[in-house]
């Protein structure tokens, strides 16, 4: 039973920065590709970040050189540090893994990963 679980969010000034977490647990996720997607109120799903198991990641230009998603192994952890925040990142953030996939970064724009956290808020203001 895979178990996503976000942390981290939290409300910060324009130009602040903070780091989120997800906790994976369930299954053996080396060789899960890993992302975050985000969502404001009233505005449509946006994917953010994806990470492969050899490390490989994609960022949407919004984010791109501003944000920084990592994994580390043993104990399965997905991070994403966010620096120079706009109120335009303002958001729930949610993580998401699936197994078995040969392209993350490809499957991830394509909706495809197929298990979820319940998201971490993010304020900027």
């Known amino acids: 039973h895979v178990q996503l679980v976000e942390s981290g969010g939290d409300s910060v000034q324009d130009g602040g920065s903070l780091r989120l977490s997800c906790a994976a647990s369930?299954?053996?996720?080396?060789?899960?590709?890993m992302g975050w997607s985000r969502q404001a109120p009233g505005n449509e799903f946006e994917l953010v970040s994806s990470i492969a198991p050899d490390g490989s990641r994609w960022y949407a230009d919004s984010v791109q050189g501003r944000f920084t998603i990592s994994r580390n192994v043993l104990p399965e952890r997905l991070s994403l540090r966010m620096t120079r925040l706009k109120p335009e990142d303002t958001g729930m953030y949610y993580c998401?893994?699936?197994?078995?996939?040969?392209?993350?970064?490809?499957?991830?724009?394509?909706?495809?990963?197929?298990?979820w956290g319940r998201g971490t808020q993010v304020t900027v203001s």
């Open positions: 998401a893994a699936d197994g078995g996939l040969s392209d993350c970064s490809s499957s991830f724009q394509d909706y495809e990963y197929n298990f």
């Open positions: 369930g299954d053996d996720f080396s060789s899960y590709c």
